[in-house]
């Protein structure tokens, strides 16, 4: 079976926010997006008073296109993962946005917490390398060819 017909993905490209404070974490997750041909686009903030800014196209944000898809970092300063995520569903206009949690943490509490806020998936960082790049490529596969993703509110 082949991903959908390419001519489908040129009337929408897709928008994904990542939301990662390690700046070695967030060029390495962009970087192996990217080199699995995941050519979208991608935008980084680095916690979550500004992933909420973001979706909410507040101050500087203003002009952001809405994402179709976040990948969110758990352990973050100012506001963690758990708590943007409690507020995007908590967000008539943002509850349907699929929220990816990409974390280093492999704590059940942790895995339990970001399902019962509805997380559509946890994905645990795989420290070695290419495990990695391995992850990302098939997270990009999967998220960004394969899924039906619902459509942008305003």
Same mark, same amino acid.
């Given at each position: 079976?082949?991903? /959908?017909?390419?001519?489908?993905? !040129?009337?929408?490209?897709?928008?994904?926010?990542?939301?990662?404070?390690?700046?070695?974490?967030?060029?390495?997750?962009? %970087? !192996?997006?990217? %080199?699995?041909?995941?050519?979208?686009?991608?935008?980084?903030? %680095?916690?979550?008073?500004? !992933?909420?800014?973001?979706?909410?196209?507040?101050?500087? $944000?203003?002009?952001?296109?809405?994402?179709?898809?976040?990948?969110?970092?758990?352990?973050? /300063?100012?506001?963690?993962?758990?708590?943007?995520?409690?507020?995007?569903? !908590?967000?008539?206009?943002?509850?349907?946005?699929?929220?990816?949690?990409?974390?280093?943490?492999?704590?059940?509490?942790?895995?339990?917490?970001? $399902?019962?806020?509805?997380?559509?998936? $946890?994905?645990?960082?795989?420290?070695?390398?290419?495990?990695?790049?391995?992850?990302?490529?098939?997270?990009?596969?999967?998220?960004?060819?394969?899924?039906?993703? /619902?459509?942008?509110?305003?």
């Amino acid at each position: 079976m082949t991903p /959908p017909d390419d001519s489908l993905d !040129a009337k929408r490209k897709i928008e994904v926010l990542l939301v990662e404070d390690s700046p070695s974490d967030a060029m390495l997750t962009i %970087e !192996a997006l990217r %080199e699995g041909c995941v050519t979208e686009r991608l935008h980084h903030v %680095e916690d979550g008073v500004e !992933a909420l800014a973001y979706l909410r196209r507040e101050g500087k $944000y203003s002009d952001a296109r809405r994402p179709d898809v976040v990948l969110l970092d758990l352990n973050m /300063p100012r506001k963690n993962g758990h708590e943007v995520l409690k507020e995007i569903r !908590a967000d008539d206009a943002l509850q349907f946005l699929p929220v990816i949690v990409l974390t280093t943490s492999d704590d059940e509490r942790d895995v339990l917490e970001a $399902y019962g806020e509805n997380a559509n998936c $946890y994905i645990t960082k795989p420290v070695d390398l290419n495990a990695f790049v391995r992850a990302m490529r098939s997270l990009g596969d999967f998220w960004l060819k394969w899924v039906t993703l /619902p459509p942008r509110t305003v």
